[in-house]
């Protein structure tokens, strides 16, 4: 005589409505809405690439001119012509125990900056543990529709 095994349909209860499923399903809606959007916007931005790459190569020519630094160039192609301004300028603070002195510790640490990534560079974990705080941040999320929806 043969076993026959009888699986038992397993109901699942209807999981209950979220208090904000009318924002899940807004930004659900405009998720899909936005998707066409969102492609043609991918699709022009590699249409651009060739003229980020032009540009980053002329730059690079611009940037090797020899000549005034305050003056104006014009270079000509054959059909268009490039205006070169005067060359920028940065700054940079060389002597920040200078300015520690000008200013005085208390005004120095006001407004002196460190930035986290200097610190995980140039601090051992357990020392990073005793000057920074770490707390959590929002939650990240995904909308997906839902099946047979």
Do not use: C
Not at 76 to 94: F, N
């Amino acid at each position: 005589m043969g076993l026959v095994i009888l699986q038992k349909k397993v109901v699942s209860a209807a999981k209950p409505m979220s208090e904000f499923a009318a924002e899940i399903d807004l930004v659900g809606r405009l998720t899909e809405e936005a998707a066409p959007i969102l492609a043609q916007i991918k699709a022009l931005q590699n249409q651009l690439k060739p003229l980020n790459e032009a540009r980053v190569a002329l730059q690079a020519h611009v940037d090797a001119i020899e000549g005034d630094d305050d003056g104006k160039l014009v270079e000509t192609g054959q059909v268009y012509r490039l205006e070169i301004g005067k060359k920028g300028s940065s700054r940079e603070i060389s002597d920040l125990a200078g300015v520690k002195k000008i200013m005085g510790n208390e005004l120095f640490m006001k407004v002196a900056k460190v930035t986290l990534k200097d610190l995980d560079q140039y601090l051992t974990g357990p020392q990073r543990d005793t000057v920074i705080k770490t707390s959590r941040t929002a939650r990240g999320f995904e909308i997906a529709r839902r099946p047979g929806a």
